[in-house]
């Protein structure tokens, strides 16, 4: 997890939830600016 905020399992990521990375799409265009 990138942000560190905390979220729940959900139905639709039933499938790829190992492959859960960000909370949400805001979360995912965030972690792209911000420098490694």
Same mark, same amino acid.
């Not at 997890?1 to 960000?22: D, G, I």
């Given at each position: 997890?990138? @942000?560190?905020?905390?979220?729940? %399992?959900? /139905? /639709? %990521?039933? !499938? @790829? %939830? =190992?492959?859960? !990375?960000? @909370?949400? =799409? !805001? @979360? /995912? !265009?965030?972690? #792209? #600016?911000?420098? /490694?």
């Amino acid at each position: 997890m990138h @942000c560190l905020r905390p979220f729940n %399992w959900r /139905k /639709k %990521w039933q !499938r @790829c %939830w =190992e492959e859960v !990375r960000y @909370c949400s =799409e !805001r @979360c /995912k !265009r965030e972690s #792209k #600016k911000r420098p /490694k």
